[in-house]
């Protein structure tokens, strides 16, 4: 019994502190995709592209996968926002793809095949779709069938 009027006498102790301070609501976040840095760090890889394009081109595969390798953490970045815009999408896409095709000169196939397989689900998934987004999903999807042809 003695128990039973300790416990009561706590609840009732408890029950008169003072109210919980309410939730603070959370400040609308910034759409990181118009901020400055997103569209800076979407023209850098774009450029880098390019330039690893002309390199693999020209048969330079080293300098190339140099460069892959060093813009992979920008890639990866402009993927963290919610809803990347076509351009960084584009530019992602375009890196993964060389990538695939750097992997696939180096006899990697399994590696580049998931690499390709990413630009399939890339595209397949893109709203809303255009020819130019149906294309690249053909393209991923053609070299996805290419690396099964190697296995």
């Known amino acids: 019994m003695r128990r039973i009027v300790i416990a009561a006498a706590a609840a009732a102790t408890l029950a008169c502190g003072p109210a919980p301070q309410p939730a603070q609501q959370p400040k609308p976040a ?16 774009a450029a880098f592209n390019r ?47 060389l990538y695939g095709r750097m992997l696939l000169h180096n006899g990697q196939i399994g590696w580049a095949r998931m690499t390709f397989q990413k630009n399939v689900v890339r595209w397949r998934a893109w709203k809303p779709q255009t020819p130019e987004t149906e294309a690249r999903a053909k393209a991923a999807a053609d070299a996805v069938a290419d690396c099964d042809k190697r296995m």
């Open 30 to 45: 910034v759409e990181q995709t118009t901020l400055p840095w997103y569209r800076q760090s979407t023209e850098e890889l």
């Open 51 to 97: 330039q690893a394009e002309e390199l693999f081109q020209d048969g330079q595969f080293q300098q190339a996968a140099a460069i892959i390798g060093q813009t992979q953490p920008l890639a990866d970045k402009l993927l963290t926002v919610s809803r990347p815009t076509l351009e960084a999408m584009e530019a992602t896409s375009d890196h993964d793809a």
